[in-house]
């Protein structure tokens, strides 16, 4: 059937009671009361402020199917937006929403919309093309006839457009296909891991790049740029690490990156320029060398024709090219070819900082035994030892050694409280965290111990309200309740539902908590500790009868409940 757009009042829509966000409705106010469990009170008032102030997307009509039973029209596709016009119109009739988010739903509405938010253009159709349309819209990117999501360096493309100003990685990205033939700086390091390494403070100011003054993005410094991503990457591969978590703290990045910046200014490291094409010269060397106008080098090499020296003129596209090396660069699979994790650890194969092609486009091909689900997951029940899979794309392979290692509780002492975490392998980012874990960072716990103690609950507790407010919960007087209720809130957000809309999302998160079962488990640790445990008379004790904790009691807290817990929290708002 095809289907016509029609103005629908809303009094005249019912939500559908078998949504697949939620279990089955037992009536109208049942079914919003499920809909809204399931995708969060905060998240709804979010989108009906969002709605009361924008109006519907003009190429995102509401899909409705009559129903001859009900004497109405069924939400098909919509049913989040319907749901909030029926709350801004009628907040009263939502009285299983506490008064507090009532009340804020009121303030939502205090000016009047400039919409019609009682007649909705609607699209009429039968239930065969409305399930179609549902399907296409909540299945992903579907092998490109889905929504296709927007990569890192796509949202800060679009940005600019937007907002008519550049980022600095959007301008080192742009710089580099200019200087250097269109070569994809991102085939070296991930667009994420360009921005966190270049726009730390003390690197850009000693490369000299200025987001707001184009003209300081120069042919040198770009050579610069490109020395650095490369060395990075380099430097990755020799630990074993992605270039994801290597260097993710800005201390990290001064202490160790800023060093070889200097020193290869002063020309005692290099390091080959990927973006040179196969017969050119590539060894890149102190970018300030081209300043001298003889053509010759400080070294005394001249600029040109010389097979270890690499000091070039200007673009290498304009460079002379040695016999049998006018070929373009053949596409490569990985970006990495040695990858370690840790045991009881689950790994996404197609993770952007792995490979350079379009993940729908690759195929795994396991060369040792091993456990993979759904095609591209390695699972966390793998032994420790050496598993080689290899990754089939159009006509070329490449392989990838993954080695996994038993696991290593005496990393957790080196690196220090919050620096840390044996339930999460991804970056720890602090940066929306507890102040109290920011003035606490640096701090020697043998040294100011009794600070880290006073301050363990209360960062708990403080998380647990935020939490419990945003996702309009209900707040308890209990600090162990709030807890549990959070760790059993988040548990049934990252677990994944039949046709779950948002599986690719859930399953990242999954992965960098080591896969679904580690997480799950955590959560449920969580929960007993406060409820069927003593942590929580444990943590009123160390707040107000302070003495010195084992420093292994003090890891298990900051780095196996705190940090994890944290990052969980961050990663569902970030990504969900």
């Known amino acids: 059937m095809k289907g016509r757009i029609e103005v629908i009042n809303i009094s005249q829509i019912v939500n559908y009671f078998e949504n697949p966000r939620h279990a089955i409705g037992g009536n109208e106010k049942d079914t919003l009361k499920k809909l809204f469990d399931a995708v969060g009170v905060q998240y709804m008032l979010n989108l009906a402020a969002d709605v009361y102030e924008n109006g519907f997307l003009g190429c995102q009509q509401i899909t409705l199917v009559y129903s001859e039973v009900l004497e109405k029209y069924v939400v098909y596709e919509g049913n989040r937006r319907v749901a909030c016009m029926k709350l801004l119109k009628n907040p009263e009739y939502f009285d299983f929403l506490d008064t507090v988010t009532r009340t804020k739903v009121k303030a939502i509405t205090s ?11 609607c699209y009429i159709t039968d239930e065969e093309e409305a399930f179609f349309i549902m399907e296409r819209v909540h299945s992903g990117e579907d092998k490109g006839r889905g929504t296709k999501q927007w990569t890192s360096r796509e949202k800060d493309s679009f940005k600019v457009r937007q907002n008519h100003t550049k980022s600095l990685q959007y301008l080192i990205d742009f710089y580099s296909k200019k200087f250097f033939d269109g070569f994809d700086i ?3 390091l991930p667009f994420t891991t360009i921005q966190r390494i270049f726009t730390n403070r003390e690197i850009k100011k000693e490369i000299g790049l200025d987001s707001n003054d184009e003209s300081s993005f120069t042919k040198e410094r770009m050579d610069l740029v490109m020395a650095t991503a490369t060395w990075v990457k380099e430097e990755a591969e020799k630990r074993g690490e992605a270039p994801t978590r290597l260097f993710n703290k800005a201390r990290e990045i001064e202490d160790v990156v800023l060093p ?19 017969g050119e010269d590539s060894a890149t060397t102190n970018p300030t060398d081209n300043d001298n106008k003889d053509g010759k080098s400080k070294k005394g090499h001249t ?5 270890g020296g690499g000091i070039d003129d200007g673009n290498p596209g304009n460079q002379d090219k040695k016999k049998g090396g006018s070929e373009e660069r053949s596409v490569k699979i990985l970006l990495l070819k040695n990858v370690s994790i840790e045991e009881g650890t689950e790994l996404y194969l197609k993770r952007d900082d792995i490979i350079s092609v379009p993940a729908d486009r690759v195929q795994i091909i396991k060369c040792t035994q091993m456990e993979i689900r759904d095609g591209d997951i390695f699972k966390d029940n793998n032994v420790p030892g050496q598993y080689v899979i290899e990754y089939l794309y159009e006509s070329k392979r490449e392989r990838l050694n993954l080695t996994v290692n038993r696991k290593n509780t005496q990393r957790l002492k080196e690196n220090g409280l919050f620096k840390a975490s044996n339930q999460y392998i991804g970056d720890i980012d602090l940066g929306s965290i507890n102040e109290i874990v920011h003035q606490l960072y640096e701090l020697n716990y043998q040294k100011h111990y009794l600070l880290y103690i006073i301050s363990f609950r209360a960062i708990i507790e403080n998380m647990a309200k935020e939490y419990i407010i945003q996702n309009g919960l209900s707040l308890s007087g209990q600090f162990k309740q709030n807890v549990a209720n959070m760790a059993t809130h988040l548990l049934n957000r990252i677990t994944i539902t039949s046709n779950d809309p948002q599986n690719q999302q859930k399953n990242e998160i999954h992965t960098l908590f080591k896969g679904f079962t580690s997480l799950k488990n955590f959560l449920n640790s969580v929960e007993v500790k406060f409820t069927s445990g003593n ?6 004790s160390m707040t107000h009868n302070p003495s010195i904790v084992s420093y292994s009691l003090a ?9 994890p817990l944290h990052m969980l929290i961050h990663l569902i708002d970030e990504k969900m």
């Open 186 to 188: 991102t085939t070296v």
């Open 535 to 540: 942590y929580d008379s444990l943590l009123h």
């Open 111 to 121: 000016e009047k919309s400039k919409y019609d938010l009682e007649n909705l253009d």
């Open 303 to 307: 600029d040109k024709g010389d097979s």
């Open 260 to 278: 070889w910046i200097l020193a290869y200014k002063e020309g005692a490291v290099s390091t080959e320029n990927p973006s040179r094409k196969d």
């Open 555 to 563: 890891i298990e807290i900051a780095n196996e409940m705190i940090v």
